[in-house]
């Protein structure tokens, strides 16, 4: 399984943006999919998951602001983040587990005051 996210960039707080996740893959619509991020000096946490029943979890600092989505037929999932914060710049990574994990390259988003 191939991750490949795209869609990062810098926004002033306040600001949206939108991240994707192609999965290259015949059998996507089985994955449960996740984002993840990690800030300078952090660790690495979940941000949002999507279960293949379309079942979405959100980390409590992003709850209203972020959505997941997916797009079975793309093999894509979303990430769409509004009302953005300093605290959410981060490098962002899309993963999923089957036997074993899968991690994409990341992509970063800056947020500015």
């Known amino acids: 399984v191939e991750l490949v996210e795209s869609g990062g960039g810098l926004v002033q707080a306040g600001g949206s943006l939108s991240l994707s996740c192609a999965a290259t893959?015949?059998?996507?619509?089985?994955?449960?999919m996740d984002w993840y991020r990690q800030a300078p000096g952090k660790q690495r946490e979940l941000v949002a998951s999507?279960?293949?029943?379309?079942?979405?979890r959100y980390a409590d600092s992003v709850k209203g602001r972020f959505t997941i989505s997916r797009d079975n037929s793309k093999n894509t999932i979303y990430l769409q983040m509004n009302s953005l914060k300093p605290e959410d710049t981060a490098v962002y990574y899309c993963?999923?587990?089957?036997?074993?994990?899968?991690w994409g390259q990341g992509t970063q988003v800056t947020v500015s005051e």
């Open positions: 999507i279960d293949r029943d379309g079942t979405t």
């Open positions: 893959v015949t059998t996507f619509r089985i994955y449960a």
């Open positions: 993963h999923t587990w089957r036997v074993q994990a899968y």
